[in-house]
């Protein structure tokens, strides 16, 4: 399982400066978009390969919508140790994300609570977590590894057609080149978490 953490002093660029100030740019791009989603703004495009100058790639987009899941859904408090237990999100399967989900949970928290963010072929190593993303490319089935879930305070984000079906929570779809989502509010309130309102409007589907 990797841990994934950021720090300028790992960097692998001919200086330390060059490479914290490359990241520090990288970042605050991602925060505007993590303001832009969490202001209702769900209509940004995923990066389109006759302009990619300034866009944001799939990825990039899909990181800051799970950073705006944790700060819009509620977990049960037994869901943690302490009141400053880190929020655990896992991803399951190869990391598609580069360096996006690291830099934005690194720069946000849930309450007291800072966003540790693990990364694992194996579901059962990811059992503690709060968020798990199941991507599309992991391996094994996606409905063996929703079971492992079951009956937890887990919140189950996918991208797979058919994820909802399978009792996941939330879905990413891509439609005209936007990345939406869809919402199982059924599987939520089974696995006791509270999705806000705000989060429901936004969502391009809600199976009730």
């Not at 309130?189 to 429901?200: F, G």
């Amino acid at each position: 399982m990797e841990v994934l953490a950021l720090d300028c002093r790992a960097g692998r660029f001919a200086t330390k400066s060059l490479y914290c100030r490359i990241r520090t740019h990288f970042r605050s791009r991602l925060m505007v978009l993590l303001i832009a989603l969490a202001l209702g703004s769900h209509s940004v495009s995923a990066k389109d390969p006759k302009d990619p100058k300034d866009t944001f790639s799939e990825y990039d987009i899909k990181a800051a919508y799970l950073i705006n899941f944790v700060r819009y859904i509620e977990w049960p408090d037994t869901s943690f140790e302490r009141e400053d237990s880190p929020f655990i999100l896992g991803v399951l399967g190869k990391n598609p994300f580069g360096e996006a989900l690291a830099h934005l949970a690194a720069e946000q928290k849930d309450g007291n609570r800072a966003i540790e963010v693990r990364i694992s072929d194996n579901v059962d190593e990811l059992k503690t977590s709060h968020l798990v993303f199941i991507c599309a490319a992991s391996e094994g089935d996606v409905a063996s590894g929703l079971r492992v879930f079951e009956g937890k305070s887990v919140l189950t984000v996918g991208e797979q057609k058919g994820f909802l079906e399978k009792a996941g929570v939330i879905n990413f779809l891509i439609v005209d080149t936007r990345v939406k989502f869809e919402i199982n509010l059924k599987a939520a309130r089974k696995q006791e978490l509270k999705i806000s309102a705000q989060l429901l409007k936004v969502a391009a589907k809600v199976i009730k």
